[in-house]
């Protein structure tokens, strides 16, 4: 069964302090582990896709990073704005377009 | 472009009752999947339509039910509703094309309360 663990449930900081979310699974035949944030009362909006060991991708103050078992997000000096859910989901391998989703991390940026 | 689209935002209903939510893909986009996301339980998915076929099915009971029509909306049924059944349900679409990673773009949700 597949399995995701994200870790911490619920993480502050101080605005421009740096951090990182942990995304462990479980997952067959990996096809692409993906990042989502959800603000409050809003669909989840996509921010990575990563499909293999090793990969990096950016986008402004967000960095993921993927191993074999685990993918981080590394937050670098947050600002309030950033503040929301951020949930990943690997989808396992060919023939399942399903993805499974961790319970995601709180994050809260205090300015 | 427009996004998911999901109608209603808001229901109640109460015990027993049945609903139907829509949802129309971003244009183009041939896949629709459904997830219900409880504070509980988080994002789980129900099921997965492409080309007016489910293709992929969730851990839920046969009172949850969906299909997809010809120009790619679709429509989840939820039969005799239970408390248990208030959540926000999520519609994805993707292009789905074989043999890649497709995205899955999020609407905005439909928020079902049950009395």
């Known amino acids: 069964e597949d399995q995701v663990t994200q870790s911490p449930e619920a993480l502050r900081l101080q605005e421009g302090e740096s951090s990182s979310l942990n995304c462990s699974y479980t997952v067959s035949g990996l096809r692409g582990l993906f990042w989502y944030r959800q603000d409050p009362g809003k669909g989840p909006e996509f921010l990575f896709t990563l499909y293999s060991a090793g990969e990096e991708k950016e986008k402004e103050r967000l960095k993921a990073t993927l191993t074999k078992k685990e993918s981080f997000l590394h937050i670098t000096a947050p600002k309030p704005e950033d503040s929301a859910t951020y949930l990943c989901?690997?989808?396992?391998?060919?023939?399942?377009?399903?993805?499974?989703f961790g319970k995601g991390t709180k994050l809260s940026v205090i300015p | 472009k427009a996004g998911v689209t999901q109608t209603p935002r808001y229901l109640i209903k109460t015990r027993g009752q049945q609903v139907t939510l829509s949802c129309s893909p971003i244009?183009?986009?041939?896949?629709v999947s459904w997830y219900q996301q409880t504070p509980g339980q988080g994002l789980q998915f129900l099921f997965e339509?492409?080309?007016?076929?489910?293709?992929n099915k969730g851990n839920f009971p046969g009172r949850f039910s969906g299909r997809q029509f010809s120009n790619s909306r679709s429509e989840m049924n939820v039969s005799t509703l239970e408390l248990g059944d208030s959540a926000l349900y999520l519609c994805?679409?993707?292009?789905?094309?074989?043999?890649?990673?497709?995205?899955?773009?999020f609407g905005p949700g439909t928020r079902l309360t049950v009395l």
């Open positions: 989901a690997p989808r396992r391998g060919a023939g399942s377009y399903q993805l499974t």
């Open positions: 994805a679409s993707s292009l789905s094309s074989r043999g890649s990673t497709d995205t899955q773009y």
């Open positions: 244009s183009g986009h041939r896949s």
């Open positions: 339509y492409f080309s007016e076929t489910q293709r």
